[in-house]
């Protein structure tokens, strides 16, 4: 369960949602500068926010009354970028195996997974020794999305997923993705500006426009629906 | 024959120095480099052009700065003979003189190659749970390895050629402070065309060699 107030001043205008999102897909959906990416970092904590709030399965990650502010590394975040940001200096298992070695997971996980049945879950384990530059895009996509469920995060974000792809392997992924998330049961938080993949993967769509929910713009699409807070 | 060389003393001398004057450059550059392409304050700029100066003075300007650092009515000066240090004519002299120029391209080489660095990538190891120190030496440090490495062979060439300031801060020792570059300017005033040739010789093969093996190291990067 994740819960968020995020404001955050941006220079022509103000970031300002607050939001409650069970295990679902949550779709974030506006115009090139509506403030989307920008939501992203601030709950992976790549940006600091102005004010509000943010608990991740009753833990505080950022609070501006308590004076809270977990770092990046800590937070049990998952992000997938855009651009992917494979490490190119590394094969594709010492990119999936990056975060395995890191402070946090050695204590902390009950029953973790294991990064390589992971990457043959995605249909890339053959590709192991191979340079991120070698991969194609769905690939790529691919071997990042293990990367960053390997250290089992309790929430994934996915900035802009299929920007890079074309219209066939999008088509597949989206529905990968889907399966992903049905399997893994933890939030899911996607921005794209492509109402086909809002509609086809959002269990709810926020629209942003200029930092704000646009009025109305909550799209109920599954039956068992959480409410979204809209101001 | 064509090639003679009876002191080998300038070119042991030559590498020693610039050894160790790349060493200092790349402990200090490196540090100053990566923090400087991250940090903005106001008077960056002003700094900048300071840790820059060296690359377009004079060598003489700069020998003669030293000299009024290091001299004996230096500003430093006094400090240092009451501690017993005796820097001026020394070929740490020389060593100096190779930082202080070398230093440049050094800090200019790898703040570029730092900027190169796609900030995604930390980001990306940040959500992954490393700390800033990982990061650094997993993430940033390997990517813009190419580029540092570029600056550590040129600031190399550089610190190897030094001549003139170092001729002011070092003098012209033979045996103590005389750098192949000033062997080559005394023999040749002195008529010592083989000694001169000999370490012009040696000097262009080295330097050959630094730069084809760093290229051919370059190439052969996987990514």
Redesign the interface.
């Known amino acids: 369960m994740l819960k968020a107030k995020i404001t955050k001043k941006l220079w022509h205008f103000t970031l300002e949602v607050e939001m409650e999102l069970d295990n679902h897909i949550l779709v974030l959906w506006g115009h090139s500068g509506a403030g989307k990416t920008t939501f992203l970092h601030c709950l992976?904590?790549?940006c600091k926010q102005s004010s509000g709030f943010i608990q991740l399965n009753e833990r505080t990650l950022y609070s501006s009354e308590e004076r809270i502010n977990i770092?990046?590394?800590?937070?049990?975040?998952?992000?997938l970028?855009q651009?992917y940001?494979?490490?190119?200096?590394m094969t594709v298992k010492q990119n999936v195996m990056?975060?395995l070695k890191?402070?946090?997971?050695r204590h902390q996980i009950e029953n973790p997974v294991n990064p390589l049945e992971l990457l043959n879950t995605f249909g890339v384990g053959h590709l192991l020794d191979r340079?991120?530059?070698q991969l194609s895009g769905g690939e790529k996509q691919r071997v990042a999305l293990a990367?960053?469920l390997a250290?089992q995060p309790g929430l994934l974000l996915l900035d802009e997923p299929f920007s890079a792809l074309d219209k066939n392997s999008k088509i597949k992924l989206r529905q990968e993705i889907k399966d992903i998330h049905a399997l893994w049961q933890i939030p899911f938080i996607l921005v794209t500006h492509d109402e086909e993949d809002a509609g086809f993967l959002g269990d709810r769509i926020l629209t942003l426009n200029e930092g704000v929910p646009v009025a109305g713009s909550v799209m109920h699409l599954s039956s068992n629906m959480q409410r979204i807070a809209i101001y | 024959m064509f090639l003679q060389l009876t002191d080998w003393c300038p070119v042991i001398l030559s590498i020693k120095v610039a050894l160790i004057a790349v060493t200092i450059v790349l402990i200090i550059g490196l540090p100053l480099s990566r923090l400087l392409s991250r940090l903005e304050f106001p008077g960056k700029d002003v700094v900048e052009a300071v840790i820059t100066l060296p690359m377009v003075l004079p060598p003489s300007v700069i020998g003669y700065g030293l000299l009024m650092i290091i001299g004996k009515n230096g500003l430093l000066g006094n400090t240092l003979a009451d501690l017993g240090l005796t820097v001026i004519f020394t070929w740490w002299a020389a060593v100096l003189a190779s930082t202080v120029v070398s230093f440049p391209l050094m800090y200019q080489s790898a703040k570029a190659a730092f900027l190169s660095v796609?900030v995604?990538?930390e980001?990306?190891?940040?959500?992954?749970?490393?700390?800033e120190v990982?990061i650094f030496f997993?993430?940033t440090l390997?990517?813009a390895w190419p580029g540092i490495l570029a600056g550590l062979v040129l600031s190399f060439a550089r610190a190897m050629g030094e001549f003139g300031a170092t001729m002011m801060v070092a003098g012209n020792i033979p045996g103590q402070t005389q750098t192949i570059p000033l062997a080559i300017y005394f023999a040749v005033e002195s008529g010592d065309n083989g000694t001169a040739r000999t370490l012009v010789a040696i000097n262009t093969v080295f330097s050959f060699l630094v730069i084809y093996w760093v290229n051919r190291w370059a190439k052969k990067q996987?990514?």
Do not use: C, M, Q
């Open positions: 992976a904590g790549l770092p990046t590394r800590l937070r049990n975040v998952g992000y970028f651009d940001a494979l490490f190119p200096h990056y975060g890191n402070h946090r997971h340079y991120p530059s990367r960053a250290v | 796609n995604n990538y980001k990306a190891a940040r959500t992954l749970g490393a700390s990982k997993t993430v390997p990517l996987k990514y």
